[in-house]
């Protein structure tokens, strides 16, 4: 079988052996991977001294039709995320994203505009031109939307999920988790296990969110931004059925799951 070479972030990583690994990768052109390194970990091999994870890499890679596992042949590294591991708020945020990437994708399945997105969130969170910290709720709260639109459940923000009428601005709304998006909540309607109330705020960074509104510019308080990006988390957890540890480090007022 030919080598393919392809780019890719490490999103899980095992040792194999002494000098071996397997790992599972966001690549571009070839969608989540999951491949064994030979000798991956040995002093001279072309892997840049091993697969680290949240690294993104230029890479080579037999893909077998009929094989559980990939070949890594090459891992040349292009960003270590040096900024990853310099504060837990930084570390956090990078692990969670890369939890959301096994949960939402199936093996093999190609999606370079999300595979783009995660790496432009791991490089303005971890990389080397990093953003500052009171930019994270924004890079994830855009990287969840991210990741609702291309796995096909992007919440709807404009129009009632129940009544299917056009909501107005300052209106009283709540996040409807069966029916995938925002409904408007009346005066004396009782609490809800499947609809969270939701601030104006919160649904106006949404539809900033939809409208297309990049990282940098999506408007709001960290604190507004932060609930945004929970109700995006809750939304996942919904749509997955599985809630990944991580996200009691990042949203905590959220998590049932204890942190790993």
Not at 41 to 59: C, D, I, M, Q, Y
Not at 110 to 115: D, G, N
Not at 183 to 210: F, K, Y
Not at 238 to 259: G, M, N, R
Request: net charge negative; aromatic share 6%.
């Amino acid at each position: 079988m030919p080598i393919e070479p392809d780019e890719g972030i490490c999103v899980r990583h095992w040792d194999w052996s002494e000098t071996s690994q397997t790992v599972a990768l966001m690549t571009r052109s070839h969608g989540l991977l999951r491949c064994l390194a030979k000798g991956s970990k040995r002093e001279k091999a072309p892997f840049s001294g091993g697969v680290e994870l949240l690294t993104r890499a230029e890479l080579g890679v037999i893909v077998k039709p009929n094989a559980g596992l990939a070949t890594l042949t090459a891992w040349d590294l292009i960003e270590p995320m040096p900024a990853v591991r310099t504060s837990f708020a930084r570390y956090a945020a990078c692990v969670y994203a890369a939890d959301l990437v096994p949960r939402g994708l199936q093996d093999r399945d190609p999606h370079p505009e999300l595979y783009d997105g995660f790496a432009q969130t791991l490089g303005a969170i971890g990389g080397v031109d990093a953003c500052d910290e009171a930019r994270i709720p924004a890079q994830l709260a855009w990287f969840q939307w991210r990741m609702l639109d291309e796995i096909g459940s992007k919440p709807e923000v404009r129009a009632d999920v129940r009544t299917g009428e056009i909501l107005r601005g300052g209106s009283a709304v709540g996040f409807a988790w069966e029916l995938g998006g925002l409904t408007r909540v009346r005066q004396h309607e009782p609490a809800s296990d499947t609809i969270a109330r939701t601030s104006p705020s919160t649904a106006a960074l949404l539809r900033s969110l939809d409208d297309g509104a990049r990282p940098e510019t999506l408007g709001g308080t960290p604190d507004e931004i932060t609930r945004c990006g929970r109700v995006l988390a809750a939304a996942l957890r919904f749509v997955f059925d599985d809630e990944p540890s991580s996200l009691a480090w990042v949203y905590p007022e959220i998590a049932t799951a204890k942190p790993r």
